[in-house]
């Protein structure tokens, strides 16, 4: 399986980015989808998770700011990200949970808040 994101970049604070994550190949069953984030020397944090059925949840940092949607039957996702603040400034990775207890990881896409 290979697992894609994008919509990553550069934004000043206050603005909004929409990343999306793809996954392709022979997988089994998506059971949860999840956006998570890592900057330099700390640990990669979940920011927003969707299961099958839709059932969503998020870090509390980013309540009422992020949105997650997408469609696990179609393993697309999106993070609408909205009133962006330096602290969000990370590499955002997409990951995949099957129902066989394995999980992918994309690349990481990298956003920037800053003046």
């Known amino acids: 399986a290979q697992v894609v994101e994008s919509g990553g970049g550069l934004v000043q604070p206050g603005g909004s980015l929409r990343l999306s994550c793809a996954v392709s190949?022979?997988?089994?069953?998506?059971?949860?989808m999840g956006w998570y984030r890592q900057t330099p020397g700390n640990e990669r944090d979940l920011v927003a998770i969707i299961v099958s059925g839709g059932r969503t949840n998020y870090a509390d940092s980013v309540k009422g700011r992020f949105t997650i949607s997408g469609d696990i039957a179609k393993n697309t996702m999106y993070l609408q990200m909205n009133s962006l603040k330096p602290e969000d400034t990370a590499v955002y990775y997409c990951?995949?949970?099957?129902?066989?207890?394995?999980?992918?990881w994309g690349q990481g896409t990298q956003v920037t808040v800053s003046s």
């Open positions: 190949g022979n997988i089994f069953r998506i059971v949860a």
């Open positions: 990951k995949v949970d099957l129902n066989v207890g394995v999980s992918y």
